[in-house]
């Protein structure tokens, strides 16, 4: 199916713990982005990325690693999960004015 | 501060009432303006964009800018409860990313 696709869905992992959430989708944009919803916040930019092989902090880097070494490809890395990074994390591509989102991965860090 | 403001809510109307939804941004260099649509536990979708100042409708959605007073508005009649989500209202800059406000939460009752 065309689209966008994040993986896995949900996910509990432990503090200290490396976690990479997956994103992936079956267009060319040449923008994605990802962001963590927690409430009272909205929608934080966490990094984003213009095209395969760059990619540059967004508003809440810290923690939080990306690499995107394929178009379709942009997987985020938790390197020593907190608690404070427990969210719902959200990728998205875009292509002019809109922007694609995935559905969502909700992740708990205990 | 946050460059684009908007009330949380949550914002409860009855079946068929208007509903209105406002924000203020801050960042004079914003060109574009969107309103997404979040259902629970979903990705946002894109509901409308506008480009400079005025009016755009949509079927029963009409999405307003006024860049004078830096003031989005969306207001959706003959409210139903399929319209209860959270709306974001969203502005980009320059550099093509996107500035989420926090979202309103709408409830409409039947």
């Known amino acids: 199916d065309a689209g966008i696709t994040q993986s896995p869905r949900y996910k509990i992992t432990e503090t200290g713990r490396q976690v990479t959430l997956m994103c992936h989708q079956t267009?060319?944009?040449?923008?994605m982005f990802w962001y963590r919803q927690d409430l009272g916040h909205g929608l934080r930019l966490i990094y984003y990325?213009?095209?395969?092989?760059?990619?540059d902090k967004g508003e809440v880097p810290d923690g939080y690693v990306v690499s995107r070494s394929k178009t379709e490809n942009f997987p985020l890395t938790l390197e020593s999960a907190t608690r404070s990074q427990t969210s719902v994390y959200f990728c998205?591509?875009?292509?002019?004015?809109?922007?694609?989102f995935g559905q969502g991965t909700r992740l708990t860090v205990v | 501060q946050k460059e684009v403001e908007q009330d949380p809510g949550p914002l409860s109307v009855p079946e068929g009432a208007i509903v209105s939804l406002n924000c203020t941004y801050s960042?004079?260099?914003?060109?574009?303006f969107m309103w997404y649509r979040q259902y629970s536990r979903k990705g946002p979708e894109l509901l409308m964009y506008?480009?400079?100042?005025g009016n755009k409708e949509d079927g029963r959605f009409t999405a307003q800018v006024d860049k004078s007073s830096k003031y989005i508005s969306l207001f959706i009649r003959d409210s139903q409860p399929s319209d209860s989500a959270t709306y974001l209202c969203?502005?980009?800059?320059?550099?093509?990313?996107?500035?989420f406000g926090a979202g309103t939460q709408v409830v409409v009752t039947p």
């Open positions: 998205a591509s875009r292509v002019n004015t809109e922007a694609f």
């Open positions: 267009w060319s944009h040449s923008y």
């Open positions: 990325s213009a095209a395969a092989d760059i990619t």
């Open positions: 960042n004079s260099a914003f060109q574009y």
């Open positions: 506008t480009y400079s100042s």
């Open positions: 969203v502005s980009t800059d320059s550099w093509g990313k996107l500035q």
